[in-house]
C-alpha cells in the first residue's frame, strides 16, 4: 500500500523554498551594481519589480542577502555565500541552455561513421579532419567493417553514416556520391611487373590475385571481371578471411599481388609497391559513397552531410529522393 503523507509531513513539504532563476539573476545584478537602481536600468525593470524580487528571493532562503542604505546596498556575510552559489548555478543554467541550442543546431554531441576504406590517405581522412576542426565538441566514432556488416550496422541503427563503395541502397537508405578512387595493384619489390610506371589488366592474365574477405573484394573482383571479359583472361583468385594489414604481409612474400584502392598507399609497409592499373582508356577508378537511413534526426549527422555535399558538390542527385 502507498504510503499517504501524514498531516505533521505535509506543511513540512510545503515548506520547501521556491527560487526562481530571475530571483538568483536579479540579485547576482544588484551584487554586481552595489544598487538597487543602478540594477534596475541595466535589466530594463522597474525598481519596485527589482526590489521585490530580490525581498522574495530573501524570505524563501530564511536570511537577508543585502544591507541596505541610502548609498547603496552591500552583501551580508551570508549574502556574500548566496551569491557565490548563485552565480555557480546560474553559469550551469547558461552552459546548460547553449548545449542544448549547440546539439540542436548539431554542433556537439556524437556521430558513429562506418567504413571499408583506409584511412592513411584520401578523402575519407581528409574530410574527417576537416569535420573535427569545424565541430570540435562532436565526437567522431569511427568503426572498420566489410561492406555487408555496414550496411547491417546502418540498418540496425548501430552506425549514423557508412562510407562505401557503390551507391546500392536498401529499403529506407539514402546516398550521397561523393569521390572516385584510383584502383592499384600492390606487388612485391622485386615482381616483374613492378618494374613499370603503369600495369594493365591483361598484366594480371598469369598472376594469383589475393583479396580480403573484409575489405571492398567483391567490387574489386566485379571491376576485374569486367576487364577481363574472358574467363581465360584472367588471373586466379584467392580470398583470404584476413584483415588489410595480414594480406599486404602475403603480398609481401610472395605469394601474389594485390587490388588496392589509392587511400591505401598512405600506409608504407616494407617490400611492398604500388602501380596504377589501367586499361586502354586510362587509369581504372571505383565511386565512394556516403549511405544513411532516411529516419536518422541526429544533428551531428546532418552536419557531417552538409560538410561532404559542400566538399564533394556532384550534379548526380542524391539516391533515395
Known sequence: MTDIPSADDQPRMMRIPVIGLRQLRFALVVGDCGSFRRAAGILSVKHSALSRA???????????????????????????????????????????????????????????????TSLSAGHLRATLVDFKKRFPQIGPATVERSPLRLMAALGNGTIDAAISLGGRLSPGNRALPLWSERVLISLPEDHALAAREVVYWTDLRDQTVLLSQHDHSHELENLLISKLTLPEDRPRIERHDVSRGTLRSLVSMGLGVGLVLESDTGASFAGLVYRELQDGTGPSRLDCYAHWRNDNENPALKRFLTLLAERYPSPPPVLGE
Do not use: K, N, Y
Open 54 to 116: 530580490v525581498s522574495q528571493l530573501e524570505g524563501s532562503i530564511g536570511t537577508a542577502i543585502f544591507e541596505r542604505s541610502r548609498g547603496g546596498v552591500t552583501p551580508t556575510r551570508a549574502g556574500r555565500v548566496v551569491l557565490q552559489i548563485a552565480r555557480l548555478i546560474m553559469e550551469h543554467v547558461d552552459a546548460l541552455v547553449e548545449t542544448g541550442r549547440r546539439d540542436g543546431r548539431g554542433e556537439v554531441g556524437s556521430i558513429s561513421i562506418g567504413f571499408c
